[in-house]
């Protein structure tokens, strides 16, 4: 299984990272909760890990779905965008787009949001309409886009492999700014957080860029390797993943190194941070919680494979995929396995919790909702 996990998050790496959403009733939804992606989904009951339907997408699918309004948006690889019904997992519409679906979806004031990536090595960004997906606009730089979106102030925040961060207009699509002075892809999404924009490049680099206009690097920070771990801010620090294996932590105001934490693989989860702890996972199979003051190791928790799933919290309790083919429960305090769901295939799908139940996709293509 490792073998396959590995070959399997090499994939995800390549094409996409993967994402979660807004609290339950916001009409939006958002890669890791909030736009500083803190993976933090608040209170809320248990998932007491019952299946509640499973829907078959027919196709691999490389990204996390999102939830909103009552519905589930996700997409697959063979250019289908779906809004199923968030109850029932009933197919509302179906969409074709111009090439595999790339990035977990964002949702918000009624228009989903997503990038693609073409055979031709091209793709588009698509802004749809939430009730019927109709196009409301698209925009293309003639690259690969499999960013997950991030909404912020009216605006939608994504990257290109073309090493370029866009600030569009979320309605219409106009281009706010864009800031293209980055050595390397962008593939993991922008925090947004205080008048600021944090984004990681394929150059190694983490860039902070004022919110306005994007045209001024406030400070960057150079890791060992690329990373592709969006990053999440709170407390006014900054904190993520790198394939050098390390998890940092960054002072978001003076560009300091005030931690790193070393794993025994690549990192690309996505942290999540709640109080005075990191939550992350690790290509070497394992889910850490750090203290945020320090680094310090205060839990781990071994998994049966990779682990490129983003932890999403809510409750007391951490929720987090592996390629083991688990999504698994665990006490966020002691890190001790509450339960754990088997899947159809490898799970590098986030979980996204809405309405009191929790919904991720395996690699097959199976949509799962849990109560």
């Known amino acids: 299984m490792f073998r396959r996990g590995?070959?399997?998050?090499?994939?995800?790496?390549?094409?996409?990272?993967?994402?979660?959403?807004?609290?339950?009733?916001?009409?939006?939804?958002?890669?890791?909760?909030?736009?500083?992606?803190?993976?933090?989904?608040?209170?809320g009951g248990r998932i007491s890990g019952q299946l509640l339907w499973k829907a078959e997408l027919g196709?691999?699918?490389?990204?996390?779905?999102a939830a909103a309004?009552?519905?589930?948006?996700?997409?697959?690889?063979?250019?289908?965008?779906l809004a199923l019904d968030a109850r029932t997992g009933k197919t509302l519409w179906v969409f074709m787009a111009d090439g595999a679906i790339a990035s977990t979806p964002a949702v918000a004031d009624g228009i989903v949001y997503f990038g693609t990536v073409t055979a031709a090595i091209k793709g588009t960004f698509y802004a749809l309409d939430v009730k019927d997906g109709q196009v409301l606009w698209s925009f293309t730089d003639g690259h690969p886009i499999n960013t997950p979106p991030c909404i912020s102030g009216g605006r939608v925040y994504f990257g290109s492999w073309n090493?370029?961060?866009?600030?569009?207009?979320a309605r219409d699509g106009r281009v706010a700014w864009k800031h293209g002075r980055m050595g390397g892809r962008v593939t993991c999404s922008p925090a947004v957080f205080?008048?600021?924009?944090?984004?990681?490049?394929?150059?190694?680099?983490?860039?902070?860029?004022?919110?306005?206009?994007?045209?001024?690097?406030?400070?960057?920070?150079?890791?060992?390797?690329?990373?592709?771990?969006?990053?999440?801010?709170?407390?006014?620090?900054?904190?993520?993943?790198?394939?050098?294996?390390?998890?940092?932590?960054i002072d978001a105001d003076r560009k300091k190194l005030l931690w790193k934490f070393s794993t025994g693989g690549w990192v690309d989860s996505s942290p999540a941070v709640r109080n005075g702890t990191v939550y992350c996972g690790s290509m070497d199979g394992k889910v850490y919680a750090l203290s945020l003051a320090d680094g310090k190791e205060i839990w781990k928790y071994e998994t049966g494979g990779p682990v490129v799933s983003s932890p999403s919290l809510q409750g007391d309790t951490l929720y987090i995929g592996s390629q083991d083919r688990y999504l698994y429960a665990l006490d966020s305090i002691t890190g001790?396995?509450?339960?754990?769901?088997?899947?159809?295939?490898?799970?590098?799908?986030?979980?996204?919790?809405?309405?009191?139940?929790?919904?991720?996709?395996s690699f097959d293509g199976t949509l799962y909702a849990l109560k």
């Open 194 to 249: 205080g008048g600021m924009v944090y984004v990681g490049s394929w150059d190694n680099v983490l860039y902070a860029l004022n919110e306005r206009d994007g045209d001024f690097f406030v400070w960057n920070f150079k890791a060992k390797d690329k990373i592709t771990s969006s990053p999440a801010v709170f407390q006014g620090k900054v904190c993520f993943g790198s394939i050098d294996k390390n998890i940092y932590c």
């Open 59 to 65: 196709k691999t699918t490389f990204t996390s779905p």
């Open 163 to 169: 090493a370029i961060l866009y600030g569009l207009s």
């Open 69 to 81: 309004g009552g519905r589930i948006f996700v997409g697959t690889s063979d250019r289908r965008f």
């Open 6 to 43: 590995a070959f399997i998050s090499i994939i995800v790496l390549g094409m996409v990272l993967l994402g979660g959403c807004f609290p339950p009733g916001s009409g939006r939804s958002l890669f890791r909760a909030n736009p500083a992606h803190t993976g933090d989904y608040g209170l």
């Open 336 to 361: 001790e396995l509450r339960w754990k769901f088997k899947a159809e295939d490898v799970v590098s799908s986030s979980p996204i919790l809405s309405g009191g139940n929790l919904y991720f996709v």
